[in-house]
């Protein structure tokens, strides 16, 4: 199947980048028109997609139910008479040289930062269920227990499931 462009950005990028993640990506499905990820020693009730038409999220799914988005670097592509690029979504726009640029600078970069900041050995991830509303959230355990929420507690598990491959820079 052949990649497109956004599956070939994100690719080169990660070739250049891995090293940077406390926590690596790596591939867990590949359809037409997204991937989906999960990171390395992390559980796997978080993982991340990524699609072609501009969605690029951090997600919590559990028992095979999508429960909540974690968190969400989307974007909408467009370009300028002049081949700049900017996202749609963005007030005001910041304006890019290329496609790729605006996809890393507005996605990937923050996809790297988000996951070495909130993925830590002290986290736990906590699944919430009222009626049919489901949510989730990141939290210390301590903060968890103490918290409204944990009466409707459904899941909880620790974040980080084993030693980081290594101590990332920011």
């Known amino acids: 199947m052949p990649k497109h462009f956004v599956r070939m950005t994100f690719d080169r990028w990660l070739a250049h980048n891995h090293a940077r993640f406390r926590y690596p990506p790596h591939l867990m ?25 501009g969605m690029v999220g951090i997600y919590a799914i559990y028992q095979r139910e999508w429960w909540d988005s974690l968190a969400d670097f989307d974007m909408v592509a467009r370009r300028t008479s002049t081949g700049h690029y900017y996202c749609d979504a963005c007030t005001p726009p910041e304006m890019f040289p290329s496609r790729e640029a605006l996809w890393v600078t507005h996605s990937f970069e923050p996809l790297l930062a988000r996951t070495n900041a909130h993925f830590q050995a002290s986290q ?6 009222v009626g049919g509303r489901t949510w989730a959230g990141l939290k210390l355990l301590e903060d968890m227990h103490a918290s409204k929420t944990a009466a409707d507690l459904v899941y909880a598990c620790p974040v980080v499931r084993g030693k980081p491959s290594k101590t990332a820079g920011p």
């Open 29 to 53: 499905l590949q359809r037409k028109r997204y991937i989906e990820l999960q990171f390395a020693g992390i559980t796997p009730a978080i993982q991340c997609a990524i699609s072609q038409e």
């Open 124 to 129: 736990w991830l906590w699944l919430c269920r």
